[in-house]
């Protein structure tokens, strides 16, 4: 009887490793089927590995290993936490691989099945025993000619307006954001950078004595315990200033006025993005797509420069 088998592979950051001194590990025991841990390479040791890959055979029906390998995923997504690890599982990864036609070229000199490398979960029939064949992901270098680098320099000193320690920050911040390989992580990070950047100034004055009235209420209220009460003063201080969407609408459009990013101006691409960050941050499904985030991330970056070098460079040439 056919029978299938799930693979799936997860990559750890540079900063973790698995201390096993083989290329593969066998785990038995701790499931109703045996696990098979390897690195990919029949020479690659798992300790000198970043990618990591579990297979388990023996099912029944293919719904069966889907169900049995979301799982063991869960389960997996639990023990690197307890572990202190992280480990991108490839549900938000760029997607990509090679085509059947390129695929079948390759089966024709291998003699076998061949199968994309998939990062993240697959399921297969346990009698292919296929090859994996893997594409390494886009790596896109933007290169400065030494005149750009010359001349930018020159516009910020002719522009001669220091850094505040809340744009210093706000640059390191971003500079981070290029080190992060996960367009969710890039796109929050970017907006620490700009969050950094936004003070909340005091609402109208009848907004302040509306909010100050529902403060007073709430202190003479006997009807809730303390620490309830405390809760809700907290809560009700903040209403006294503008909230952070309106803060950031108001302060993206005094440094950039009516700049577009994404066909938007700014403060409605301010409002997008904060948009997909609290959805986010406050896990609302359905979630913002890969595509979707990376679009943004891809515009807020320079949205975010713009913003840092708006006051310094308006003088310049």
Sequence with gaps: MDDYTFRLRINLPKSSQLAINTPTHEMSGLFEYQIELSSGGPELLLKDSNRLIFRASGFETEQEAFDQAEHFSDVLMIALASLKMGADFGARA????????????FEESAGKKILNDVHGMMVFPSDLTPAFLSTAPPTVIIGRNPSDFEKALSSARIGNIPLS?????????FSSSFLEGSQDARLLTLMMALEVLITQIPRPQESITLVNSFIETTRESSEISESERNSILGSLSWLLKESVSQAGRRFVTERLGKEEYMEMECDKFFNHCYAIRSELIHGHEPFPTRSEVSAAAANLETLVADIITAEAMKNAP
């Design 94 to 105: 760029p997607k990509g691989g090679f085509t059947k036609y390129g695929l079948s070229k």
């Design 165 to 173: 320690n809340r744009e210093r920050l706000a640059f390191d911040i």
